[in-house]
């Protein structure tokens, strides 16, 4: 056995010991771009959650007023998840800030609970951003799926059609959401100095525990041919290179499935 392999056995037997010891009592899920919170029930995931015996609390939605809107609460003592809805066109800062209302109205009417966020595709990116910006809200573990730390360039192209007089026609085509997303495609380029996922990467990022789940490689159209695998992974992070735990990894495309329910609830679980 080589040096890297036992040193992924150790790793691996750390993030085992770390998580027995966790209990999450509030899971918040957070959609990515072009989704809503129903994509986790579309999928299964919300009851994989359930039939590990986590309760559904409901959705958490901004109003337009940007008020919070909450569903009744759950008694309190039971594993809860959330479903987060986002303006999923709106630039980065803008979901976060949406994403931090709803927690601090969660937080109101549950008490100081431990809290972890799920993030799919951008939504990952988003909920880093709101730890990044808001620290002080303690979230005790991120857990993020195909998300596009190190951006993709599936934004790049889209942006580019977004600025050319193709984007006229977009409505035509139904395609209107190019320009309502240009600066979302804006946050979302590759990393490169000077733009923003650069920044929001080299900022001190809050202590917790930071898991990625990330797509195996595809050929053709097997796997996530929407965000690079080497992007999803927290560990390239210039900022938390140190901080991650081992990621896991599910051989599928980019859309959330239930077997991404089935990873969450024993990851949550333990």
Known sequence: ???????GVLIGLVFLLT??????DVTLLVHGYLSGDDAWESSGVARELQNSGWTSGGRVRVGARGEVLL?????SGQRVFYLADLPS???????ADA???????LRKQ???????????????????LLMVRFPELAIHTLITIASPHLGTDKAEVAGLVASTPLSMMAPMMGLDTLNRSRSLYEDL???????????????????????????????????????????QDMARVAALKDQTLPALTIGQDHALSRQDGVTLARVLTR
């Open 99 to 105: 994403l931090k209302g709803g927690l601090i109205a």
């Open 189 to 231: 380029v590759r990393e490169r100095p000077g733009n923003f996922l650069y920044w929001l990467n080299h900022q001190p990022h809050p202590k917790a525990r930071y898991l990625s789940i990330i797509r195996q490689e595809g050929f053709a159209f097997s796997g996530d041919n929407t965000v690079p695998v080497a992007s």
């Open 110 to 128: 549950r008490g100081q609970e431990q809290t972890v966020l799920v993030g799919h595709s951008a939504g990952g990116v988003v909920a880093r």
């Open 1 to 7: 056995m080589t040096i890297r392999n036992i040193r």
């Open 71 to 75: 569903p009744p609460n759950v008694a």
């Open 19 to 24: 998580w027995s010891t966790a209990r999450a």
């Open 89 to 95: 066109e709106a630039p980065l800062t803008v979901q």
